[in-house]
């Protein structure tokens, strides 16, 4: 069992930055695919970017080269780097993780397939 507690959201201008943290109630860094998940109204979640044990990580094509997912084995927290926001990027955005594939991502990526979800935090790009 994983308990996740994201933070860091908010409001920003559209060109800005915002760092997201998702604190891990035990340690993941060994057999979870960690993950960054947004949602929008009325819209399916949708996977943002993953990071498995071996810190290989995977970005969906509307956040490469803008968001860097990363995380501090030391203190089980993932982070969600994100700059040069726009309002396309405003959500609700959620950490998860999933324990079914050995500590690694699946290529392509479920969100089914993710067991533990944090209560999510709200990102709101304005232009």
């Known amino acids: 069992q994983v308990h996740l507690v994201e933070s860091g959201g908010g409001s920003v201008q559209s060109g800005g930055s915002l760092t997201l943290s998702c604190a891990a109630s035990t340690d993941t860094s060994r057999r979870y695919c960690m993950g960054w998940f947004r949602q929008t109204p009325g819209k399916e979640r949708e996977v943002v970017a993953t990071i498995d044990k071996d810190s290989d990580t995977g970005y969906a094509d509307s956040a490469k080269g803008r968001f860097t997912i990363s995380k501090h084995n030391e203190n089980n927290t993932l982070y969600l780097q994100m700059s040069s926001l726009n309002p396309e990027d405003t959500a609700m955005y959620y950490c998860?993780?999933?324990?079914?594939?050995?500590?690694?991502?699946?290529?392509?990526?479920?969100?089914?397939?993710?067991?533990?979800w944090g209560q999510g935090t709200q990102v709101t790009v304005s232009s």
């Open positions: 998860a993780a999933d324990d079914g594939v050995d500590g690694y991502c699946l290529s392509r990526v479920r969100v089914s397939a993710f067991a533990y």
